[in-house]
């Protein structure tokens, strides 16, 4: 009866939406069970820094199906996000449709994870090299410009080294983009937080997630890469705006 009844809810789940959680699998799994492939998957199918001699422009799909073997929790939680909010999704908008949008959100998220890169590689790069050597910022920036200047090869090394230790993985940015759509649809849906016995409204819900992952972009230090979650809602929210426009929101796919 189990057995059934668990075929059933898989054979239940729309097909873009079963095959994307089965391919985050599979590579999850690969890099488990192969935990020196899995560091070569991730340095070939994780988004790096563009200029980075790593970086590939294909890195904007792959790294979307990569997670670290190291948390199955960050796969476990994208996975049934991806379950719970889009199969919904796939039902209201048609397979097509959603597929291009969970896309366009998840590399939305990687434009934006980039355009941040650029803009803080040198400050993280000048800090950290400032505080190993016991120099203030503004010491260790005019070192570091003086040798841009001279193009000293054994700065260019260390430089090149610093920038394909840029990495992101992961579905979240389109997974934020999928939930942003699903408050978009279903505002009023009352939805639940662990160990929060009360509903909140999908509205509120994704408001709040977007003001929590906007403050921990400036301020937090983990490794999360909470403005790659805030560029799949943006992008997320022009595409949902446009369909609203077009009355095409609930529905209606165009495919």
């Given at each position: 009866?189990?057995?059934n009844g668990?075929r059933?809810?898989v054979a239940?789940?729309?097909?873009?939406?079963?095959?994307?959680?089965?391919?985050?699998i599979?590579?999850?799994?690969v890099?488990a069970i192969?935990?020196?492939f899995?560091?070569?998957?991730?340095r070939?199918?994780?988004?790096?820094?563009?200029?980075?001699?790593q970086f590939n422009p294909i890195?904007?799909?792959t790294?979307?199906f990569?997670?670290?073997q190291?948390?199955?929790?960050?796969?476990?939680?994208n996975m049934?996000?991806l379950w719970m909010?889009?199969?919904?999704?796939?039902?209201?908008?048609g397979s097509?449709?959603?597929?291009?949008?969970?896309?366009v959100?998840?590399i939305g998220?990687a434009?934006?994870?980039?355009i941040?890169?650029?803009?803080?590689w040198?400050?993280?790069?000048v800090s950290?090299i400032?505080?190993?050597n016991?120099?203030t910022?503004?010491h260790?920036?005019?070192?570091?410009d003086?040798?841009?200047?001279?193009h000293?090869?054994?700065?260019?090394?260390?430089v090149?080294?610093?920038?394909?230790?840029?990495v992101?993985?992961?579905?979240s940015?389109a997974?934020?983009?999928l939930l942003?759509g699903?408050?978009?649809v279903?505002?009023?849906q009352p939805?639940?937080?662990f160990?929060?016995?009360?509903?909140?409204?999908?509205k509120?819900?994704m408001?709040g997630?977007?003001?929590?992952e906007?403050?921990?972009?400036?301020n937090?230090?983990?490794s999360?890469a909470?403005?790659?979650?805030?560029g799949?809602?943006?992008?997320?929210?022009i595409?949902?705006?446009?369909?609203?426009k077009?009355?095409t929101l609930?529905g209606?796919?165009?495919y």
């Amino acid at each position: 009866m189990f057995r059934n009844g668990f075929r059933g809810m898989v054979a239940s789940i729309p097909p873009v939406t079963k095959n994307l959680i089965i391919i985050n699998i599979i590579v999850w799994a690969v890099e488990a069970i192969f935990p020196r492939f899995g560091q070569t998957i991730i340095r070939v199918l994780g988004l790096h820094l563009w200029g980075a001699s790593q970086f590939n422009p294909i890195q904007f799909i792959t790294y979307l199906f990569v997670h670290a073997q190291t948390n199955p929790w960050h796969l476990l939680f994208n996975m049934f996000s991806l379950w719970m909010f889009g199969s919904v999704l796939e039902r209201v908008w048609g397979s097509k449709r959603y597929f291009m949008f969970y896309f366009v959100c998840g590399i939305g998220a990687a434009l934006v994870q980039e355009i941040v890169w650029t803009c803080t590689w040198m400050h993280d790069y000048v800090s950290g090299i400032a505080q190993l050597n016991g120099l203030t910022y503004d010491h260790m920036k005019e070192i570091v410009d003086q040798a841009l200047r001279a193009h000293d090869s054994g700065f260019s090394s260390a430089v090149a080294s610093f920038k394909n230790s840029f990495v992101t993985i992961g579905a979240s940015g389109a997974i934020y983009g999928l939930l942003l759509g699903y408050a978009f649809v279903f505002p009023n849906q009352p939805l639940y937080l662990f160990f929060i016995p009360y509903p909140i409204k999908a509205k509120y819900m994704m408001i709040g997630y977007g003001v929590i992952e906007f403050f921990l972009g400036f301020n937090a230090s983990d490794s999360v890469a909470h403005f790659a979650h805030l560029g799949g809602m943006l992008f997320g929210i022009i595409i949902l705006l446009i369909w609203r426009k077009n009355g095409t929101l609930r529905g209606n796919p165009f495919y």
